[in-house]
């Protein structure tokens, strides 16, 4: 079993805070970047055969895969039907922006087979939404998400950001409380990164946007798991939530080493501790498939430490936790780790509590 990526590198405008991979004129490229993800499907299924053939989930991430037309899907997923095998009950996602979808359009997506929507809501707030560049108001994102449910989707999420420049505790409540309102199947919380690759970062680096503080950010985590998992959300990845039978399958292939195939520009692929990944330019990466060639710009083998390494930092963020056979060696750490209220050892495996959370990258390097 093993799943499929596929990276939509188009947005309406870029966002304020994002770094991904994207560009503006989506109508002047999409036919052909349609051919070129149906062209990566068949040369992937022909040139890498030992890839599990056995589909168990699609990704529609980007980017802003909302701007795609029922067609655009539907030619997309018969193409992966046509060389691979689609699993009948394949969780099948797409990132939708509130600013880009109708209800008609909703309809068409779940005719098409899409049937889980990761809506990216960011915030309720008004002036947050200004601040992050969104296209969207507060009442879009409600209007996407009751529209998605009288479209027949049943499997809903909201992304929401915290830690946002001059952010309160009680700014983060009111978008979580909104976002209770709507009572999604599957909520992620993501904590703010920024860099200077980004406007937001160079706004905080120069002083222009105040800095984040970590104690505030410290409490928003905190108070999230508190009032998420007493309203019955399982609190399954540091930054996801989701009700009973809801995980996002796709995202925990991420962390469990199911290998996945990653097609378009930008998108990385796992397959046996190797590690590859696309050119990030939509004219490349066109232009390579046009001619034949895979559109790849590089690969990573990964040595037995990064695999180590890998699998310890990816467990800690996870509910289940790491097996304590691939740290026997750091047994005095970890007993010390639970005196401290960091983590657990259940039966065979260590789990970090919520306050672990917190730390779990400082963790994993001391325990790899
Ligand atoms: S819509 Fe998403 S991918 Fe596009 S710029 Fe905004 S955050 Fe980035």
């Not at 990573?300 to 390494?309: G, H, N, S, V, Y």
């Not at 639970?338 to 390097?365: N, W």
Request: aromatic content about 10%; proline content about 4%; overall charge negative.
């Amino acid at each position: 079993m093993s799943g499929i990526y596929i990276h939509i590198p188009f947005c309406v405008q870029k966002c304020n805070y994002c770094d991904f991979y994207s560009v503006a004129d989506a109508e002047k490229h999409l036919p052909f970047f349609i051919q070129s993800v149906l062209n990566e499907i068949r040369f992937y299924s022909q040139q890498l055969p030992i890839f599990p053939k056995k589909i168990r989930t699609v990704f529609f991430g980007g980017g802003t895969p909302s701007l795609l037309s029922e067609l655009d899907i539907s030619a997309i997923l018969n193409g992966i039907q046509k060389y691979f095998e689609l699993d009948v009950n394949a969780e099948i996602s797409l990132e939708a922006n509130p600013g880009t979808i109708s209800i008609e359009h909703l309809k068409g997506f779940s005719r098409a087979g899409i049937n889980r929507l990761s809506i990216g809501a960011q915030s309720f707030v008004s002036d947050e939404l200004e601040l992050l560049g969104r296209i969207h108001s507060r009442d879009d994102i409600t209007t996407t998400v009751k529209g998605a449910r009288s479209a027949g989707f049943n499997n809903i999420g909201l992304d929401l950001i915290f830690g946002l420049p001059g952010q309160t505790l009680e700014d983060w409540q009111v978008s979580i409380h909104r976002a209770l309102e709507l009572e999604p199947d599957h909520i992620s919380t993501y904590a703010l990164t920024w860099s200077n690759a980004t406007q937001t970062g160079r706004d905080i680096e120069s002083g222009t946007l105040p800095k984040p503080e970590e104690d505030v950010i410290s409490e928003m985590f905190l108070w999230t798991d508190e009032i998420l998992t007493e309203v019955g959300y399982l609190h399954y990845e540091i930054s996801n939530f989701a009700k009973s039978g809801f995980t996002c399958q796709h995202n925990e292939s991420y962390w469990n080493g199911t290998p996945y195939l990653g097609l378009g520009p930008s998108a990385h692929s796992y397959l046996d501790g190797k590690r590859f990944w696309n050119v990030s330019s939509i004219d490349q990466y066109m232009e390579k498939l046009k001619v034949g060639e895979l559109p790849r710009e590089s690969e990573e083998i990964l040595t037995p430490e990064q695999k180590r390494l890998e699998s310890i930092s990816l467990g800690l963020r996870h509910y289940t936790g790491i097996s304590l056979s691939i740290v026997k060696d750091k047994m005095d750490e970890l007993y010390q780790l639970e005196t401290k209220g960091l983590g657990k050892i259940q039966k065979d495996r260590f789990i970090l509590t919520v306050k672990g959370f917190l730390l779990a990258d400082e963790l994993a390097i001391r325990l790899a």
